[in-house]
């Protein structure tokens, strides 16, 4: 693996790697203090993520490596008036790896192609967040000694959740996975979801209540609702309610299931939920730096390229989302990619028309 | 000491251990290359405090630390939209200490509830702020030998000043200390400190002048008096030149007198005093960032809590101190302590009603 | 060298001596890593420059030394309300090299008169930025053996260019240089630098047009033509396209030639140009790093001096530059100096009346 895209650009060997080398480090820190010594991480964050932003800064500075980089748009604005290329061309100059977080869908995939160096999707808009997902497979396999075999309840808005997304597509390069989705039927998964589950033999079963799944999970994934999601706003006042964990609902819960969130929350798991042993979302943010600590070790450590290849000048976009980051990049080449039969865009994975 | 909320949390011989580690820095930095190595810390500031954050950083990094956080309002709105307790839980995870200055008093007491690791209060607000102290002793101890027996001389506004009260009870764990204190009628030290200062039989003269009482002095500490805090505008045009000390006023004070500030200083202190030799205050700056790696080199080498105990759940505010923690972190538990046989927060020491 | 303001403050030996450091940094990173162990470098950045920024953080972070400061307006307000004098005093006090970047011509020169470790200037203003200067050198040196000897074309906007009048300044200290300043008649160079050439020996050719003279050059340095600063707007466009640099015009160009470009560009060279190998500009921002670490490893470990000598205290700046740190400041010394018979501001260089 040269850059971190995508999730799915891991292939099952490389994902077993990965996580062996994040369990070794949690299992002796001491032996990585040296890891990245000498070497520099840039960290872009074109939009604010404080918790990606940490986690990712932690996990380079536990390796003996090094951070600069931006935190915020308004830092970032001085980066304006250039084009992603130069920037990157630039930060890639300075740079062993560079992580990068934006709200334009497919710009850490453009960045790749001009890098010197690495490069690791922190977030693209509402495309991926690789990372996001090695920390939940890295929690559920160091706290239930793999992920072969779970059951797992997803709950929560099932529709829009980039998280849960990403996490049933990464699923499908285990096996034996069992999914409850547990969700107001106007937030049900989308059609293509349930499609790519069918495909992949992945068996689910869709719920609108999450008290009467509850005992059969071995895993239970946590999602904020936001109230803006409803057409109608009395439905998400009735529905609510429902989908909040309490003690009292964790009752009936396996003594062993783990409870997970990407965080922040706002009032979906109450208070009282925190001190149970099977509130796990503290340590999944924990488990996230040791993942993102293999990660680097791997990438930062890569030769650097002193040449790139010539990459072919784009004319204009054969995109149409209007998010995609060759909406704004003109100089982007045209790439093409074919996924289940269907064109789409290389960059955001839109289907072209 | 777990954390450092308080000054008055630490005992005179845990002091006297903290100053001895800052004087055998100061004495050979060199072997404090690697004392943090390997160690994170995180430094949250919810408000901008340049001087204070500068002086934590460096700290942490000539021990071998490393550091990473926010340093504004602005960026920390990042960190916002969940509770302080959710955002405490997500740092300690990644950091081994954490310094945080907020404008809300009682919020790294409310921190040091759920932190996995050691808590340094950088300043919570008009409340306390410990390593201002730290600093302040251990420039009187490293140039004078010793903070026992000082005649320390305290100019400008008394009334007001969180440095100033914090430096007066601080004082109460060492011997013969006697005070000047220097200001105008209208911004005389507040009864309660009278009480303190007499209860812990600590001698104190009165006065409205600087260039009388300046023969006697071994320190003399200046603030800053704002115009704001006069009553009568004209008051203050009266009295604002008496208060300033200038090379001339210099002239009668003993050849080893401090003259100490807290920084910033706007005008109290006229530039033409900067070469004086007794003049301590940007020494006083420095001395305060050895102290703090005094400070840094014991609490980041703690061991982590991997489980903190169960808090108790509040369910309303017993403060009524509007700028207490209390007020917006709702969840806090309701935590009374006695002082002087009242009833006070625990949080911000207001006194229950 | 204790300090950096100004490219001329080197000597010829000390720049070979520089350049030779770089070159073996860039020969064997390795035997760095430890050049700038347990040193600290403040990074004040009074208005924001991400690529100059990065540089010098990256440069010191690679010789395994760390980084404090601020780097946009908003976080430095937080510094504001204390004359520059305290902010440095108290800086230095922390840090081992203090690097600045600011609006006002001639602040790093009125900071070294106070601070206790070395300052390098990264940008004062319209005034001086000595480091763009060494990483241009540098990328000459490495890539074509030499700057003595070249024939340099400059390109663009001759006449605003801070860039390019520090760069022919600066190469007055080398032999037999040849210059084809190339601009439109508007934008020319200003007479007292045709003069500065003239007094050095320096031989030069002024033309309109680029496509005439690339066959001579050895390097070609382009510059961005702002369409402000043409009294006709009509005259910009007629004007633009000759200015531009595509892969067209580089097929006449010597094999060996360098493009070079202060970066950022807008549009003043073709996106085509970047994979010819003689594109230069990216190593070019690469080797400004270098240039900077070999800086840094010498300055950072220069030893602290604890008390700096008093500086006379002035009453009224003499300087009448509007833009100088003189205006702002007022205790500044009224420090004069002589540059070819004229009285001018020591600070800002401006002439006095």
């Given at each position: 693996m040269r850059?971190?895209?995508d ?5 099952r060997q ?6 062996a ?12 203090l040296?890891?990245?010594r000498?070497?520099?991480?840039a960290?872009?964050f074109?939009e604010?993520?404080t ?7 932690t996990?380079?500075?536990r ?5 600069f980089g ?7 604005s ?7 290329k ?9 740079a ?6 934006t ?5 850490a995939?453009?960045?790749?192609l001009y ?6 999707n922190a977030?693209?808009g509402?495309?991926?967040?690789p990372?996001?997902?090695?920390a939940?497979?890295t929690t ?6 793999g992920?072969?075999?779970l059951?797992?309840g997803?709950?929560g808005?099932l529709?829009n959740?980039r ?5 049933i597509?990464a699923?499908?390069?285990f096996?034996?996975i ?10 049900a998964?989308p ?10 033999d992945?068996?689910f079963t ?5 008290e009467a ?6 895993v239970?994934?946590?999602?904020r609702?936001?109230r803006?999601?409803?057409?109608d706003?009395?439905?998400y006042?009735r529905?609510?309610g ?7 609902k964790?009752?009936r ?16 798991i ?8 099977r509130?796990?979302?503290f ?7 040791f ?11 890569q ?6 290849e010539a990459?072919e000048i784009?004319?204009a976009?054969v995109?149409?989302n209007?998010?995609?980051i ?5 100089y ?5 990619k074919k996924?289940g039969g269907?064109?789409?865009?290389a960059?955001c994975?839109a289907?072209?028309?």
């Amino acid at each position: 693996m040269r850059h971190l895209i995508d999730f799915g650009d891991l292939s099952r060997q490389e994902w077993d790697e990965l996580y062996a080398r994040a369990s070794g480090i949690m299992d002796d820190q001491g032996k990585y203090l040296d890891t990245c010594r000498g070497k520099v991480m840039a960290s872009l964050f074109y939009e604010p993520s404080t918790r990606t932003n940490f986690s990712f800064q932690t996990a380079m500075l536990r390796l003996g490596g090094t951070v600069f980089g931006f935190a915020d748009p308004s830092s970032s604005s001085a980066a304006k008036g250039e084009s992603l290329k130069d920037t990157i061309k630039m930060v890639s100059g300075y740079a062993d790896v560079v992580v990068m977080r934006t709200p334009w869908e497919g710009a850490a995939k453009a960045a790749s192609l001009y890098s010197n160096v690495p490069v690791v999707n922190a977030g693209d808009g509402g495309h991926m967040h690789p990372t996001q997902t090695t920390a939940d497979l890295t929690t559920m396999t160091r706290l239930l000694g793999g992920v072969d075999g779970l059951a797992v309840g997803l709950c929560g808005d099932l529709k829009n959740g980039r998280t849960v997304h990403s996490l049933i597509k990464a699923m499908a390069k285990f096996e034996n996975i069992r999914f409850f989705l547990i969700s107001p039927r106007e937030l049900a998964v989308p059609g293509y979801m349930r499609a790519f589950m069918r495909e992949n033999d992945m068996r689910f079963t869709e719920v609108t209540g999450l008290e009467a799944v509850i005992p059969q999970l071995d895993v239970l994934y946590m999602t904020r609702i936001q109230r803006e999601r409803f057409v109608d706003p009395l439905e998400y006042e009735r529905n609510k309610g429902i989908y909040v964990l309490t003690r009292r609902k964790l009752e009936r819960a396996k003594e062993k299931m783990l409870v997970m969130h990407p965080l922040p929350r706002v009032d979906e798991i109450a208070v009282d939920v925190d001190d149970d042993p099977r509130a796990a979302y503290f340590q999944q943010a924990r488990y996230g730096m040791f993942a993102r600590m293999a990660l680097l070790a791997d990438l930062a450590n890569q030769p650097r390229l002193e040449r790139t290849e010539a990459v072919e000048i784009g004319r204009a976009p054969v995109c149409r989302n209007p998010r995609c980051i060759t909406q704004t990049e003109d100089y982007l080449p045209p790439l093409v990619k074919k996924t289940g039969g269907v064109e789409c865009c290389a960059f955001c994975d839109a289907a072209l028309e």
